[in-house]
């Protein structure tokens, strides 16, 4: 699995976009980036995934560059309850078990 | 539908001592895994099941023993407590059933978590 690099902290002020960077510059064609959050003390939430399209849910949109190499969560109207710690993964689309590697990820802070 | 429940959600051990923790699932995920985070870090993978009586090693597997005698129930063992056994324990499944693809298997639901203190 390609290796991903996020900002270990960002703010954002409630109301507000919030923009989470990733890079994953060593992706390969067949995998796909997948977000997570983990909001304090509880089990890690699947938020969204995407291979190179823009990807949209009830919960977030995903922009991935043309050339794959990065992507932005974004959570368009941030509140409070989005406060957590949020992880880029990558995963390829083939292969039998589904071993995730959660790094570090970035830490939001939504403020009012 | 209760998803992914972790029982219990919190327990304190001596050093020594043994302890089952419990994972049950009612989705029917053929995929069942164990990870730790211990403060300030990312979850790292314990052991995972693929299906009932299959399982595997995953990062950090040592004095821990899983079992998978049915698709619902993937507990975890450890044999002899130890405080570096101090963490938080998140359990997680996925659908890898009637040929799901991989696209699907790496959409993960993780229960609630059980916070262990070895002491």
């Known amino acids: 699995d390609a290796k991903t690099t996020q900002p270990p902290s960002m703010d954002c002020a409630e109301g507000r976009a919030a923009n989470l960077p990733c890079n994953h510059s060593t992706i390969s064609g067949n995998e796909y980036v997948y977000w997570y959050r983990q909001i304090h003390s509880q089990g890690p939430q699947y938020i969204i995934h995407g291979l190179k399209n823009n990807e949209t849910n009830e919960m977030a949109s995903l922009i991935i560059t043309e050339d794959r190499k990065s992507s932005t969560l974004i959570l368009p109207h941030a509140t409070l309850r989005d406060t957590a710690v949020y992880y880029c993964i990558v995963r390829s689309s083939t292969g039998t078990a589904s071993k995730l590697t959660f790094g570090t990820g970035t830490r939001l802070q939504v403020t009012l | 539908n209760a998803g992914v429940t972790q029982t219990p959600k919190f327990q304190v051990l001596k050093t020594g001592q043994s302890m089952t923790l419990q994972c049950a699932q009612d989705?029917?995920?053929?995929?069942m895994s164990w990870y730790r985070q211990d403060p300030g870090m990312g979850l790292r993978l314990i052991h995972y099941s693929v299906g009932a009586g299959i399982t595997d090693q995953g990062e950090v597997p040592n004095g821990y023993n899983v079992s998978r005698s049915t698709t619902e129930d993937f507990p975890l063992r450890l044999l002899s407590a130890a405080p570096s056994q101090t963490s938080v324990y998140f359990c997680?499944?996925?659908?890898?059933?009637?040929?799901?693809?991989?696209?699907?298997?790496?959409?993960?639901?993780f229960g609630a978590g059980t916070r262990l203190s070895v002491l």
């Open positions: 989705m029917n995920h053929e995929y």
């Open positions: 997680a499944s996925s659908p890898t059933s009637g040929g799901a693809t991989a696209l699907v298997k790496n959409i993960q639901y």
